[in-house]
């Protein structure tokens, strides 16, 4: 059983454990209401465990916690912009690549 978002936030070794120990991708999918947002907070926990931590995941990371979490539920693998989208409507921030112009 995975605990409250109290744990994911202050303790987000233990509750990467416990989502990635037991295959919980399915209830962090159906906890969070969308993939974008299940794949924020998987992302977010593994950002925040790194030897230089951060709190906000970048878009590659973001791709990657939404592949694992659709492959293992069995839901298609969303287009990373329709992700950011997501996000944004969502409140959540994401670092993106930065687009150069064309001179």
Not at 38 to 58: E, F, G, K, M
Request: neutral net charge; glycine residues 4%.
């Amino acid at each position: 059983m995975i605990t409250t978002s109290t744990e994911e936030l202050e303790r987000p070794t233990e509750w990467l454990r416990a989502v990635t120990e037991g295959q919980k991708y399915c209830w962090l999918l159906d906890d969070a209401g969308s993939l974008a947002v299940a794949a924020y907070r998987l992302a977010r926990a593994r950002c925040r465990i790194q030897p230089v931590p951060s709190a906000i995941p970048t878009l590659t990371e973001l791709g990657s916690a939404a592949k694992l979490i659709a492959e293992s539920c069995g839901e298609p693998i969303p287009v990373t912009a329709l992700l950011i989208d997501a996000c944004e409507r969502a409140g959540l921030l994401v670092i993106a690549p930065v687009r150069r112009r064309a001179a």
